[in-house]
C-alpha cells in the first residue's frame, strides 16, 4: 500500500497482533447447512493484506483492486439497499457510565471475501461462545446462527476447515427466551405468535436475492470490557435474535457467523446498553485505510469535531440519515441540498440524481486522464493509467453538511487492474436507483461517532491507530484542503498513515479484483 502524506497531517500505522478472530476472516470455502466511559472493539476488513498474509490465502481470493473484486462489492451494496427492521420496547434511561467495547478488544477488520465488511469478535453467553460478526449501521438487529436448521457451520482454509461456533439458549446458564407477553415482543410479532407463552418470533428479510435470517428472540450476556485503559469486564444483558434458518448470501459468504445491527432502534445493542446505563447513548467506528478500525461504545466524540444533526422523522427514522447542503469539487462549491445515510455496511457510495451528475461531471472536467469507455467495471467514471505513469492529480472531493461543517472524503478514488493487466483508476461512485448512501469508501480515514442523544453526526480525520486522536485532541474539522493532490505510483511503503484529503494518489497503491464483488452481500434489511 502507498504511504500518502499530507501537509498536515502525518500518520504511522503501529503494528498489532490480532486476537483469536482473525483466525476466521479469511476463508473462502464455505459450507452451509440449510466524560463518560466507553467499550470497544477491533473491526476488521476480510480482504485485508494483514488477514490475507496470516493465512496464506492470496491464490485463494480475488486479487485485491482487480476487476471481479470491485465487481463483487457493487453487487453486494445492491442488495443492501432498502433495509428496515422492526422495533421493539425498550428499557428507561439511566445513569450513563464508562465507555465500553467487545471483550477481545476495540479492533475491527474489513473481511473482503466475507462481504467486504467490517468484522469483530464478540463473546456471548455464560460460558462465553465467540462469534465473528458483521458491523452494520443500516440495520439495527443483533442475530447469530442458534440451534439451526439452514446456516454455515464451517468455514474452509488452506489449512482445513475450521467450525464455526453455533449459539443454543440450551447451553448457556445466563440465557432466557423472550415470550410473547412480554414488553421486549412488538405488537407485530405478537401477532405470529400461537400463544402468550410462546417464543417471541422474528423475521429479518435483506434486499439480496432471498437472503434472510428467522428465529425468535432471547436474552443473554454480551461481554464487555472498558475502554478507558483499564479494561475493567461488563456483562450487559441484551436482547437478539436466535436465528435458526438463515437464506440467501449468508450461506455463501455475507455475514455467516451472524450480524450486528448498531442502528437506533430500541433493539440495537447501542441502544439497550444506554437504556441499561452502561453507557451513553453514543457509539464511533474508525476506518483505517489498511481495512482495520475500531468500535468503541460511549465514545462521544472530542473537542473539534466536524458536526451535523440526523435528520428526524422520516421513513428511516432509524437509520443515521444526514444533510448536505453544498458540494466542492477541486475548491468549486455547488450548492445543493439532498440527504445520505452514512452506512458501514455499503462498500462503495451511491448517489441520485441530481447530486451524482454533479458530482462526477464535476470530477470528470478536471482529471486530466483519458476516460476509460469499458464496462469491465461497474463504475461510470474510470481513467486509463498509463504504464509510465508515476503520478495523478485527483481533484478534492468535500461534502459541507448541515450547518456549515465539512466532510472531507480522503480517498475518492479506487484503483482496479483490469484483466489484460492495465490499470484504471475510478471514482468511487455508483449511481443509486432510490436512496443515498455514503459508503465505506468515503468513510475511510475517519473516525465517525454516532452520538444518539444529542442526535448529530460526528466525524474527525483519523488513522484509527493512535489513541490521541480519538477522545479528547482538539483538532480544527475544517482544514484547508488543496484543490487537488497528487500520488506517487509506485510507492509500496507498509506503513498506514491517514491520506490527504483529496490529491496525490498512487495509481498501483489499491488495485482491484473484480471477481470477489460479485459474490458480497447487500445488508440493508427489509420487513
Request: hydrophobic share 35%; charged share 10%.
Amino acid at each position: 500500500m502507498a504511504t500518502l502524506f499530507s501537509s498536515a497531517h502525518s500518520f504511522h500505522a503501529r503494528h498489532h497482533k490480532f486476537p483469536f478472530l482473525f483466525l476466521l476472516f479469511l476463508f473462502v470455502l464455505i459450507e452451509s447447512c440449510s466524560g463518560f466511559g466507553t467499550f470497544g472493539f477491533d473491526i476488521h476488513h476480510r480482504l485485508s493484506d494483514p488477514v490475507k498474509g496470516m493465512f496464506g490465502a492470496d491464490g485463494l481470493l480475488p486479487v485485491k483492486d482487480s476487476v471481479p473484486y470491485f465487481q463483487v462489492m457493487a453487487q453486494r451494496d445492491r442488495v443492501i439497499h432498502g433495509r428496515r427492521l422492526a422495533t421493539s420496547s425498550g428499557g428507561d434511561n439511566t445513569t450513563n457510565k464508562t465507555p465500553l467495547t467487545f471483550y477481545y478488544g476495540n479492533e475491527t477488520i474489513r473481511i473482503d471475501s466475507l462481504g467486504f465488511l467490517h468484522y469483530a469478535n464478540v463473546s456471548v453467553g455464560t460460558p462465553s461462545v465467540s462469534f465473528l460478526v458483521a458491523l452494520d449501521t443500516g440495520s439495527n438487529l443483533l442475530w447469530l446462527p442458534c440451534d439451526c436448521s439452514s446456516c454455515v457451520h464451517n468455514l474452509g482454509s488452506p489449512s482445513g476447515t475450521v467450525k464455526l461456533n453455533i449459539y443454543s439458549p440450551n447451553t448457556s446458564s445466563t440465557s432466557k427466551k423472550v415470550p410473547c407477553n412480554s414488553t421486549l415482543c412488538s405488537q407485530t410479532q405478537r401477532n405470529r405468535c400461537p400463544s402468550d407463552q410462546s417464543n417471541c418470533p422474528y423475521q429479518v428479510v435483506y434486499l439480496s436475492n432471498g437472503t434472510s435470517s428467522t428465529g425468535y428472540f432471547v436474552q443473554d450476556l454480551l461481554h464487555l470490557i472498558s475502554d478507558n485503559g483499564q479494561s475493567k469486564a461488563v456483562d450487559a444483558k441484551i436482547t437478539f435474535g436466535c436465528g435458526q434458518v438463515q437464506t440467501g448470501s449468508f450461506l455463501t459468504g455475507g455475514a455467516p457467523n451472524g450480524l450486528f445491527g448498531l442502528g437506533m432502534s430500541n433493539i440495537s445493542v447501542p441502544s439497550t446498553l444506554a437504556h441499561n446505563g452502561y453507557t451513553s447513548g453514543s457509539f464511533s467506528m474508525c476506518f483505517s485505510p489498511d481495512g482495520i478500525g475500531r468500535i468503541s461504545f460511549g465514545d462521544k466524540g472530542s473537542t473539534g469535531q466536524g458536526e451535523t444533526p440526523f435528520i428526524q422523522g422520516q421513513t428511516r427514522s432509524s437509520l443515521y440519515n444526514i444533510s448536505i447542503t453544498q458540494t466542492s469539487i477541486g475548491g468549486q462549491a455547488k450548492d445543493l441540498v439532498y440527504s445520505a445515510i452514512f452506512d458501514s455496511g455499503t462498500s462503495f457510495t451511491y448517489l441520485n440524481d441530481p447530486a451524482y451528475t454533479l458530482i462526477a461531471e464535476s470530477f470528470n472536467n478536471m482529471v486530466n486522464e483519458t476516460r476509460h469507455s469499458s464496462t469491465e467495471v461497474p463504475f461510470d467514471y474510470c481513467y486509463d493509467i498509463s504504464a509510465n505513469q508515476t503520478e495523478l492529480t485527483i481533484p478534492a472531493v468535500t461534502l459541507v453538511m448541515s450547518g456549515g461543517a465539512s466532510f472531507n472524503v480522503t480517498d475518492p478514488i479506487v484503483v482496479v487492474q483490469l484483466a489484460d493487466g492495465s490499470n484504471v483508476y475510478c471514482l468511487g461512485m455508483i449511481k443509486s436507483g432510490d436512496v443515498n448512501i455514503i459508503g465505506q469508501n468515503f468513510l475511510t480515514g475517519h473516525r465517525i461517532v454516532f452520538d444518539r442523544e444529542r442526535m448529530i453526526l460526528g466525524w474527525k480525520p483519523s488513522n484509527c491507530y493512535d489513541n490521541m486522536d480519538t477522545n479528547t485532541l482538539a483538532v480544527s474539522p475544517n482544514t484547508a484542503v488543496p484543490p487537488a493532490t497528487a500520488v506517487n505510483p509506485e510507492a509500496t511503503s507498509t506503513q498506514t498513515p491517514a491520506p490527504p484529503p483529496g490529491g496525490s494518489h498512487s495509481p498501483r497503491s489499491k488495485p482491484f479484483n473484480f471477481t470477489l464483488m460479485m459474490t458480497l452481500a447487500l445488508l440493508f434489511a427489509i420487513v
